[in-house]
């Protein structure tokens, strides 16, 4: 299984970043995806999560409304969509699976939200 993150960069407050993260290994049709973030000198934080066998997603309270999360199974890729984004949402991204008993991670990708 293999996670790997693009899309990140430098954008001002306000502004939209649209993260992929693109799966090979297993389906998306019979997993769930999770993205998480870390801050410097914080834990790590689950920010979201999709479950593609029922369409579920979930969403921490300070990202909801602002953040969506899908995925293009054909393409087997699992996309977050970040929209006025700010200050505080500066981090590194992972997206993120369990796949049998193992816990497997994406490279992380940087975003950083600053005027």
């Known amino acids: 299984v293999h996670l790997v993150e693009s899309g990140g960069g430098l954008v001002q407050p306000g502004g939209s970043l649209r993260l992929s993260c693109a799966v090979s290994?297993?389906?998306?049709?019979?997993?769930?995806i999770g993205w998480f973030r870390q801050a410097p000198g914080k834990k790590r934080e689950a920010v979201s999560c999709?479950?593609?066998?029922?369409?579920?997603?979930y969403y921490i309270p300070s990202v909801k409304g602002r953040f969506t999360v899908s995925s293009d199974n054909a393409k087997n890729t699992v996309t977050l969509e970040m929209n006025s984004l700010k200050p505080e949402d500066t981090a590194v991204y992972y997206c993120?699976?369990?796949?049998?008993?193992?816990?497997?991670w994406g490279q992380g990708i940087q975003v950083t939200v600053s005027s």
């Open positions: 993120h699976t369990l796949f049998g008993a193992n816990n497997y």
């Open positions: 290994g297993l389906s998306l049709d019979s997993s769930a």
């Open positions: 999709l479950k593609s066998t029922d369409n579920t997603t």
